[in-house]
């Protein structure tokens, strides 16, 4: 049997004292592509945010590759994608600056990076098809190519958990379907991946299970769901993300 | 006789060289993060900790140190908590440290001239023990800045990422606010306390016109802090005014100057933007003049594009369109 990679049991997460997840179950094993699915305020994303540590559970237990997460120290381990209209912030970066930092969970302070941490970055942007750009700002690119630096950054550590929390809101179908194809390398590999996901789109075809969530609880675990069950009811709304570039201070 | 002659003045200078690096070099992770008014907030507060140094008779370098730093983390616990009112708290913070510090100077019985030349520096206070203590401190951000830089750039650039990254981000949190309040300290005798966050933002402003990298835009920035800081320190020579004045008119003079340059850079780019726009929009925009046809002949690679063909002309994309091309 398969090595269980991410292993979730009866997690409860409360934000300013309102429960979201009441008792929830999830677990990836080795090679897996798990979709989480659900409405909005379903508590998917707090699901995968607690899972990588960044939402303390109030009860249950989270484990990442058999270690609990209080005392996992192999970070390089987890490529996470958070959710973000931007891969800018106050100041410029070019994509290889920003992809870089995602290989510091493999680098010790006061070194220099090495060969294999400078080839790693070149070949992460490679994965997500942004090469080209690599010396480009990356507040001056589309929605779509800052969500693939974001991906790439989370590639940059190589590894053997890839966890996306909605890396595809509001992105143009030609990031999808790059997006799609860097993933399909990836799971080639024989690595695995969790994503949240608001609609399938390219990466249907790719994915082994959906786990549906509704009000905090787990409705439906398994093979994908037909489309009509991917969403609880018809959506209530569309973000419009077309705004979103990050613009730097004056602009 | 030229200023350099005096002891004063070339203490002053060099205290304004360390100055002109340090600010700019902590700036610029505070403007990464859109920190951008932290350094103001420390200068209010560190006021307070120069006043309790008027009033004990210990030297006010140590006193607005201990203070600030204080201040530092004070902010840092607030802002990790993320609560609504954080605002609203820090602004009591800053407004605490201005009364504070107004209230103990006149309890000590120094005059509003002494508070004066540390709200906006003067060129002739710098004793040689105060330089010392700028000088170490000032080499010690600098190197901070510098040695771990890959850290503090991630997170100063998602902090969350940071964080799964296994980055102690809580720690460097705290390490940047501290290297903000020694560098406001570092900063109090050239440019002053209410001055000192210019000194920090204007120059990273600047930089960011011109540069498309965190690197370049971090060298330039220090280089741009150097100038003003040091013409500013001159000026005061000649002309009797605070120094922090002069500096930061000086720095801002430096970004009136860049801000139409900055201005084209970026048209430039978004032009580049726009080029690629169309493929997610799908409006219509033909090319600019169009000097021969595309066919698989012509030499710019074919791409093929749902159901048509378009040619790589120029980083963009160009599709026949009746009797001209559009941008794909």
């Given amino acids: 049997m398969r090595a269980a990679v991410v292993d979730v049991r009866g997690l409860r997460v409360d934000l300013d004292d309102r429960p979201v997840l009441h008792g929830v179950d999830l677990k990836v094993v080795e090679g897996e592509v798990v979709t989480l699915l659900g409405a909005n305020g379903s508590g998917k994303s707090t699901l995968v945010r607690t899972t990588v540590g960044l939402v303390p559970a109030a009860a249950g237990e989270v484990r990442l590759f058999g270690t609990p997460l209080k005392s996992f120290r192999d970070w390089w381990r987890i490529g996470y994608v958070p959710q973000r209209t931007t891969a800018a912030a106050g100041v410029p970066a070019t994509v290889r600056e920003v992809v870089a930092a995602g290989r510091l969970a493999r680098r010790s302070l006061f070194r ?37 630096v974001l991906i790439a950054r989370a590639a940059a550590s190589e590894p053997d958990l890839l966890v996306l929390d909605e890396p595809n809101a509001g992105v143009d179908h030609r990031s999808q379907e790059a997006f799609a194809r860097a993933l399909r390398t990836f799971v080639a590999s024989g690595r695995t991946v969790l994503l949240v996901l608001h609609d399938m789109g390219p990466l249907a075809p790719l994915v082994d299970r959906g786990v549906v969530l509704d009000s905090g609880r787990v409705v439906h675990d398994g093979p994908l769901p037909t489309p009509s069950m991917t969403l609880t009811g018809p959506p209530d709304h569309h973000d419009d993300h077309r705004e979103d570039y990050g613009a730097g201070l004056f602009g | 006789m030229s200023f350099l002659d005096y002891d004063f003045m070339q203490r002053a200078l060099i205290a304004a060289v360390l100055t002109g690096l340090a600010a700019p070099a902590v700036g610029t992770y505070l403007v990464q993060r859109r920190l951008a008014l932290m350094g103001d907030g420390l200068g209010h507060v560190a006021l307070t900790g120069v006043a309790v140094g008027l009033l004990t008779g210990w030297a006010p370098v140590w006193t607005s140190v201990a203070v600030a730093v204080l201040g ?12 609504a009112s954080a605002d609203v708290a820090l602004a009591m913070l800053f407004y605490g ?146 120094p922090g004045a002069s500096i930061v008119v000086a720095s801002l003079v430096g970004f009136v100057l860049a801000w139409p340059v900055g201005s084209l850079l970026r048209r430039r780019r978004a032009a580049a933007v726009n080029g690629e726009d169309p493929r997610v929009t799908g409006a219509h925009v ?23 063909t378009d040619y790589l002309h120029d980083g963009h994309l160009h599709a026949a369109h009746g009797r001209h091309y559009d941008e794909h």
């Fill in chain 2, 72 to 83: 530092a983390l004070a902010i840092d616990v607030v802002r990790a908590k993320g609560r």
């Fill in chain 2, 286 to 308: 033909p090319a600019e003049q169009h000097p021969h046809q595309h066919d698989p002949a012509c030499g710019h690679p074919a791409v093929e594009h749902g159901d048509h």
């Fill in chain 2, 97 to 242: 440290g201005i009364a504070g510090g107004v209230l103990i100077t006149g309890l000590a019985g120094s005059t509003a001239a002494t508070l004066n030349t540390y709200l906006f520096g003067s060129i002739t206070t710098v004793s040689a023990d105060d330089l010392w203590v700028v000088a170490v401190l000032a080499v010690v951000v600098i190197a901070l800045a510098v040695g771990l830089a890959p850290q503090l750039f991630a997170v100063c650039q998602d902090e969350e990422f940071a964080r799964v990254s296994g980055l102690p981000v809580r720690l460097y949190s705290m390490l940047i606010a501290v290297m903000a309040a020694v560098t406001v300290t570092v900063a109090m005798r050239t440019v002053g306390l209410l001055l000192v966050s210019a000194l920090m933002v204007v120059p990273v402003a600047t930089s960011q016109q011109l540069t498309r990298s965190f690197r370049t835009t971090f060298g330039l920035a220090l280089a741009l802090g150097v100038v003003p800081s040091v013409a500013g320190v001159v000026f005061s020579y000649y002309v009797d005014v605070a």
């Fill in chain 1, 112 to 148: 220099p990076a090495r060969k294999a941490d400078r080839e790693a970055v070149d070949h992460a942007i490679e994965l997500v098809g942004l090469a080209d750009q690599a010396g480009r700002s990356v507040a001056n690119l589309s929605g779509g190519q800052q969500q693939r």
